[in-house]
């Protein structure tokens, strides 16, 4: 059983910076394309950048210039720097993965985490 756990999240001000990670965890696993997800309150969830498995990046128009996401293959992770950040910001981000193992293919979610950003 394949598992991503996000942290990092918290309350920050306008202007500040947070770094998010997840980690997928489990056994004979290959992670190919990795995503980080937002929904805010009252909000669809959105798309906020995806990273393939050799680092090749997209963003949102709404963070391009603000947020830079990355992946660590040795280490099964993914980042989400986010810097300048806006009241509108604030969100549930969630980290999702396309992996295979030997039984399937399918997209993983984690559990979320929380990024506040106060005016």
């Known amino acids: 059983q394949v598992q991503l756990v996000e942290s990092g999240g918290g309350l920050v001000q306008a202007g500040g910076s947070l770094r998010l990670s997840c980690v997928a965890s489990?056994?004979?696993?290959?992670?190919?394309?990795m995503r980080w997800y937002r929904q805010g309150p009252g909000k669809q969830r959105e798309l906020v950048a995806v990273?393939?498995?050799?680092?090749?990046?997209d963003y949102a128009d709404s963070v391009k210039g603000r947020f830079t996401i990355s992946r660590d293959n040795a280490k099964n992770s993914m980042y989400l720097q986010m810097n300048s950040l806006k009241p509108e910001d604030t969100a549930v981000y969630f980290c999702?993965?396309?992996?295979?193992?030997?039984?399937?293919?399918?997209?993983?979610w984690g559990q979320g985490t929380q990024v506040t950003v106060s005016s």
């Open positions: 999702n993965a396309a992996i295979s193992t030997i039984l399937t293919s399918r997209n993983y």
């Open positions: 489990g056994s004979s696993f290959t992670i190919n394309a």
């Open positions: 990273i393939s498995s050799g680092g090749t990046a």
